[in-house]
């Protein structure tokens, strides 16, 4: 099974930097994926790492440590519509995906 | 475009009802799958299946049961509802392989009395 730990809410100003940490414990890894969840909506895919490293994406960068079991979400350049859930995901050797509680991010402006 | 659609949007149902859930996506993904997401728990998935004919059982699969008979449709049934299956239930849809990240549907908010 996998354990996958992140912060239950952080709290940041439009325009600074938020970094989201996940930590995981997996029987099998293939995978992290980060969606973003706004309130009363269906989850919507971020970004996927499945090798060490920084993927770049816009405003928004997600790092792995596979020996670490350890990943991060950056978001920068904070916009209020950025306000909502971020979850982190990570698949098994099925293809199958266990998530994280989520993070409820909120910009105040 | 649709992407994946589910139905009903919403429902309130009382407690021994048969219910399904309806679930159908147009991108011919091989994956599907149903979770539940209730409030400080997350996503947990109940069952799924990465190829027509093929099902298998997730993390609570327990009062629910799904069918594959094709590639589009996921049905999910539940046979006796009980007041702990109130929940906001999403499926989602996937290729198999690298990459492949999860395409969700809208949502159904189920009640349970």
Known sequence: GQNIDQPTEMTATEGAIVQINCTYQTSGFNGLFWYQQHAGEAPTFLSYNVLDGLEEKGRFSSFLSRSKGYSYLLLKELQMKDSASYLCAVRDGDYKLSFGAGTTVTVRA | ?113
Request: with cysteine; charged share 15%.
């Open chain 2, 1 to 113: 475009i649709a992407g994946i659609t589910q139905a009903p949007t919403s429902q309130i149902l009382a407690a021994g009802r048969r219910m399904t859930l309806r679930c159908t996506q147009d991108m011919r993904h091989n994956a599907m799958y149903w979770y539940r997401q209730d409030l400080g728990l997350g996503l947990r998935l109940i069952h799924y299946s990465n190829t027509a004919g093929t099902t298998g059982k997730g993390e609570v699969p327990d009062g629910y049961s799904v069918s594959r008979a094709n590639t589009d449709d996921f049905p999910l049934t539940l046979a006796s509802a009980v007041p702990s299956q109130t929940s906001v239930y999403f499926c989602a849809s996937s290729d198999a392989g690298e990459g492949g990240e999860q395409f969700f549907g809208p949502g159904t908010r189920l009640t349970v009395l």
